[in-house]
T-cell receptor
Framework: ETGVTQSPTHLIKTRGQQVTLRCSSQ?????VSWYQQALGQGPQFIFQ???????GRGNFPPRFSGLQFPNYSSELNVNALELDDSALYLC????????????FGPGTRLTVT | GDSVTQMEGPVTLSEEAFLTINCTYT??????LFWYVQYPGEGLQLLLK?????DKGSNKGFEATYRKETTSFHLEKGSVQVSDSAVYFC?????????????FGQGTTLQVKP
């Protein structure tokens, strides 16, 4: 069973630019969630997708958007980057059954200058 | 809304000392509770979980008991090692809307000295 992978590992962008982060979930996990972890803080829920449909969203503006594909891959897109978007972005997947435990990828470190 | 509060760190212990990291929560309904660990430069790893009141989660010598009466899920280990140095996050699953999103505490840094 493969784990959750994310790419790229690190990314540097300029304020106002757009960025796409990618995630490959564990096979068979139809639910994928994205979290933002600012330095020294706990992860904050951005949104969740189930079978390619968004089915939950945290307190993030619409410039944070996502896609999920049938092959267990997904994307997080952020438009009009702001300095405060600098953070570690974590992708997590979970199976359709069970106790809501989620399996996290290593994250993408985004720096906005 | 639901929330998780952890004791502030950093926590600095000598090797083989006893560890307690306090975690309390506020939630409607009956959430599942989790402890995740984050080693430097890495993502989160699930350490242990408990799904109902009085359940005890355990893994790698770590334990935590789901206490509904005190809304707590304190993490304990009898004898810590240098390799346990990491950031520990307490989390609950938000049952609202059946999304199962995780709500995290702010994290507690543990440093174990030889």
């Amino acid at each position: 069973e493969t784990g959750v992978t994310q790419s790229p590992t690190h990314l540097i962008k300029t304020r106002g630019q757009q960025v796409t982060l990618r995630c490959s979930s564990q096979s068979g996990h139809n639910t994928v969630s994205w979290y933002q972890q600012a330095l020294g803080q706990g992860p904050q829920f951005i949104f969740q997708y189930y079978r390619e449909e968004e089915n939950g969203r945290g307190n993030f503006p619409p410039r944070f958007s996502g896609l999920q594909f049938p092959n267990y891959s997904s994307e997080l897109n952020v438009n009009a980057l702001e300095l405060d978007d600098s953070a570690l972005y974590l992708c997590a997947s979970r199976p359709d059954w069970g106790t809501y435990e989620q399996y996290f990828g290593p994250g993408t470190r985004l720096t906005v200058t | 809304g639901d929330s998780v509060t952890q004791m502030e760190g950093p926590v600095t212990l000598s090797e083989e000392a006893f560890l307690t990291i306090n975690c309390t929560y506020t939630a409607t309904g009956y959430p599942s509770l989790f402890w995740y660990v984050q080693y430097p430069g890495e993502g989160l790893q699930l350490l242990l979980k408990a799904t109902k009141a009085d359940d005890k989660g355990s893994n790698k010598g770590f334990e935590a008991t789901y206490r509904k009466e005190t809304t707590s899920f304190h993490l304990e280990k009898g004898s810590v090692q240098v390799s346990d140095s990491a950031v520990y996050f307490c989390a609950l699953s938000d049952q609202a809307g059946n999304t199962g999103k995780l709500i995290f505490g702010q994290g507690t840094t543990l440093q174990v000295k030889p």
